[in-house]
T-cell receptor, first 110, second 116 residues
């Protein structure tokens, strides 16, 4: 039941933009996004709910298209602190569980 | 300070032994989760619980068992039936926003289990 993330890895220079995609074969009710730095626990970024929602958090934003069962995370004007592995987590209706993708490793270089 | 406490941080076990990983939260969250993390495979759901005395299997429950006797506690036992138990284990908790939607997951620092 794991969602599929792409790309698996990306390298950016400071100031560049990136898009991380998350798709599922199952109908989704919500999508979560988290970032994990090496050796640390994942940290919450945002939740998107059914309804084509789009959210923003500083220069990080995301969209959720429940018809296509897809979500995308947009990182603009990347900073060194954005480096880490990004995970999307998806939920089906009524489940109260969260299944995570395999992650996208993002590296921002000076 | 509110949060989730996992223990032990590192654990070594001989083949054939059961081990129990502790997870305690003082956030008053209803939902708790156990994930396993292996390199390149992301976070895989082992078990989750929405309420005391009730829990459900995730994708990889075979060889694991859990209990939820108290709201604050959700221990995970890795049994000898788990064929490849060496991994990093993460516990998390969340509020339940409404039926079918988990709130933000708060994670513990993790427990790294190595089978010798």
């Amino acid at each position: 039941q794991q969602p599929v993330q792409s790309p698996q890895a990306v390298i950016l220079r400071e100031g560049e933009d990136a898009v991380i995609n998350c798709s599922s074969s199952k109908a989704l009710y919500s999508v979560h996004w988290y970032r994990q730095k090496h050796g640390e626990a994942p940290i919450f970024l945002m939740i998107l709910l059914k309804g084509g929602e789009q959210k923003g958090h500083d220069k990080i934003s995301a969209s959720f298209n429940e018809k296509k069962q897809q979500s995308s995370l947009y990182l603009t004007a990347s900073q060194l602190s954005y480096s880490g592995t990004y995970f999307c987590g998806t939920e089906k209706s009524g489940a109260n569980n969260l299944f995570f993708g395999t992650g996208t490793r993002l590296t921002v270089i000076p | 300070d509110g949060g989730i406490t996992q223990s032990p941080k590192y654990l070594f076990r001989k083949e054939g032994q059961n081990v129990t990983l502790s997870c305690e939260q003082n956030l008053n969250h209803d939902a708790m989760y156990w994930y396993r993390q292996d390199p390149g495979q992301g976070l895989r759901l082992i078990y989750y619980s929405q309420i005391v005395n009730d829990f459900q299997k995730g994708d990889i429950a075979e060889g694991y068992s859990v209990s939820r006797e108290k709201k604050e506690s959700f221990p995970l036992t890795v049994t000898s039936a788990q064929k490849n138990p060496t991994a990093f284990y993460l516990c998390a908790s969340s509020i339940i926003l409404w039926a079918g939607v988990s709130g933000e997951l708060f994670f513990g620092e993790g427990s790294r289990l190595t089978v010798l």
